[in-house]
């Protein structure tokens, strides 16, 4: 669909060709037309009446830089994230005398790239990042896949060396920069001249919003921004708009319809296209009508209320629960993020299996499926409920779901009190703290690789509250480390009435932790626990599955962190940052209440808590080393 809506930007096809091409992709009449109006560009000529579509605007006698600028406030884009490089100074020096668009300066490009990701998903707005040369656009590219991974518009650019340098492959220079990351990007494209700004920036900024979302890439000659352009266009944000709601075929939504009825034990399954598009709200509902159980995928944020009697938590954790499902339906591109090849499939071949995505090369991929819908997860979600309400559905026997959920509750709060005065501190202690303390409403990103499930279990997200009043969990699919800290930053930033906290792993937070810098510099009050069991726990994990030597001797290869042991407070403090490490579960509360304190005095603030390992080999501390000093002696 990328290369299909590119096309029809560019003009190089009209708007019939392009509609049939989503057609033949599954895209019903009504959707293709929805995309199709979205990305049309208007003319300049309009009519000027009453009523009539905003009319662009007209720049003359700016440099390329200048007209950057003047878009981004046109487009009302508040900040731009970046490490500032030498090929940029004709943009940079335009922020200069416009205060209204503010350059957040990063001190890495992987917390810049997270940045601008937590800004847009916490707004809904496409964000845009600013990279120097190819250094930067390397440095970026980790937090790129995570982008594109979840579906989040990020418009990216970096700056390289003059024209005259073409080709010759020199310092700051590649031959090919905007090809770098072009395999986790919508749309690349190299600048060719000044007055092209205006319009190629729309450009990244539609293909990055078009269905299914993702980031786009642009790079700019270090004189492109230098250059003075005689007159140029900047079409409003107003006549640029695009619909991401696309409409599913009434055929799948009948279809839909009919397999979520005659089921016994249907599960509706939210993946990554979730992230984008909150769906809760009419998953509940359709989830109540049929009697459905409602699951997420392994490497997804909670973007479902636990606390609702039909929640399953990971989907995959109890097989027993996947053999037990007759019909099931994926709401998100990747069915499976981890693709299984065992003998005993995750869902088994008899149930009707029902796939949804806007991506659609990915409906399907990795496994059979009964309906393939190409749509939008929020617009068959509405269509799916409505069918269910026009057949007079009024629910259907929920017995087994609820039963499920009520044993899974109890198992959790029995572990819960068995934990309770564990040292080091047990992750349901310490899950079970912040939800007592932090704000209904707070949102929370979160990068915890093995702990996360944790956060399903003892953290609530409360059903009964509305969307936009209860807590909201932020994570990215990618798996790239790094990612947490800066995106709750942007996240604060993006929502600066809410209450933002970070938890993460010490492994994680050992990767952007430079993201520190930003929230100190900026005054960004959040709440950030690490969760420090001192390794990087699932590669234990994984070297257990392997069962070899490692597994055999406790001698587990790159895996403790203890040695030496960081001392993530005073990390804190030389960002003057305050901080404490908390090892005794009796200080918790004490320590998240200061915490909260310091983020009511518009300060960040850094919990480093020791907690407990777990699963086999969690008494080892062995660790892989050698002195150089002592060879060389």
Excluded at 17 to 44: E, N, W, Y
Excluded at 97 to 109: G, N, P
Excluded at 332 to 344: A, D, E, I, Q, R
């Amino acid at each position: 669909m990328f290369k299909e809506a590119k096309e029809f930007i560019d003009n190089k096809i009209d708007r019939r060709t392009f509609m049939a091409k989503l057609r033949d992709v599954g895209v019903s009449t009504v959707g293709a037309g929805t995309i199709a109006s979205g990305l049309s560009i208007p003319t300049v000529s309009a009519a000027a009446a009453d009523g009539a579509p905003e009319p662009s605007r007209i720049a003359e006698g700016y440099t390329g830089g200048e007209l950057m600028a003047e878009f981004l406030i046109e487009w009302d884009v508040p900040y731009v994230f970046g490490l500032a490089g030498s090929e940029e100074v004709g943009f940079l020096d335009a922020l200069v005398d416009r205060d209204s668009l503010s350059y957040v300066t990063c001190i890495h490009e992987n917390a810049a790239m997270a940045m601008a990701d937590g800004y847009s998903r916490a707004t809904g707005k496409t964000s845009i990042v600013n990279l120097h040369s190819v250094a930067g656009a390397a440095y970026a590219l980790g937090q790129m896949v995570s982008c594109y991974r979840d579906r989040t518009p990020v418009v990216v650019t970096a700056g390289r060396q003059t024209t005259e340098y073409r080709g010759s492959n020199g310092f700051l220079e590649a031959p090919n920069l905007h090809n770098l990351p072009s395999e986790y990007a919508q749309w690349t494209w190299d600048v060719t001249s000044a007055k092209t700004i205006p319009d190629t920036l729309r450009r990244a900024f539609m293909l990055s919003e078009a269905p299914p979302g993702g980031p786009t890439f642009l790079t700019f000659s270090k004189d492109h921004w230098e250059t003075k352009v005689e007159r140029a266009e900047i079409i409003p944000r107003s006549r640029s708009q695009v619909d991401i709601d696309v409409a599913p075929k009434q055929s799948d939504v009948k279809l839909i319809a009919d397999y979520l009825i005659a089921s016994d034990r249907p599960m509706l399954f939210l993946d990554d296209d979730c992230i984008r598009h909150e769906v809760s709200g009419e998953v509940q509902k359709i989830a109540e009508l049929v009697g459905a159980g409602v699951s997420l995928g392994a490497r997804m944020p909670c973007v479902y209320p636990n606390t609702h009697s039909h929640f399953c938590g990971n989907f995959g954790s109890d097989q027993s629960l996947a053999q037990s499902i007759d019909c099931f339906w994926a709401l998100g591109g990747h069915m499976f993020k981890v693709v299984n090849k065992s003998p005993v499939p995750w869902v088994r071949r008899d149930a009707k299996i029902i796939h949804t995505s806007l991506a659609s090369a990915e409906v399907g991929r990795n496994y059979p499926v009964d309906v393939a819908s190409v749509a939008s997860v929020k617009a068959t979600a509405q269509a799916v409920l409505a069918e269910l309400k026009l057949r007079g559905i009024s629910g259907q026997d929920d017995s087994w779901v609820h039963d499920y959920s009520k044993n899974r509750r109890t198992a959790m709060a029995k572990k819960a009190v068995r934990e309770h005065d564990w040292s080091p501190i047990s992750t349901s202690r310490l899950m079970r703290e912040l939800d007592a303390q932090i704000a209904d409403n707070a949102l929370v990103t979160t990068e915890l690789i093995l702990s996360k499930y944790h956060l399903w279990d003892y953290f609530k997200i409360n059903h009964e509250k509305p969307f936009n009043e209860r807590r909201y969990n932020y994570a990215t699919n990618s798996g790239v480390l790094g990612w947490g800290l800066a995106a709750s930053i942007g996240v604060k930033m993006g929502r600066p009435d809410r209450e933002a906290w970070c938890l993460t792993g010490d492994g994680a937070f050992n990767f952007g932790s430079q993201a520190l810098w930003s929230a100190s510099r900026y005054d960004v009050p959040i709440g950030v626990v690490i969760f420090n069991n001192g390794e990087y726990a699932a590669n234990r994990k994984a070297q257990n599955f392997y069962r070899g030597r490692s597994s055999e001797t406790g001698n587990y290869i790159g895996v403790n962190l203890k040695h030496p042991d960081i001392q993530y407070a005073k990390m804190a403090e030389s960002y003057d940052i305050k901080g404490e490490r908390v090892e005794n579960p009796d200080d918790l509360k004490d320590a998240i209440a200061r915490c909260r304190a310091e983020m009511a005095r518009g300060r960040p603030y850094v919990l480093d808590v020791r907690i407990e390992r777990f699963d086999k080999g969690m008494e080892s501390e062995y660790y892989d080393y050698f002195s150089v000093a002592e060879q060389s002696s």
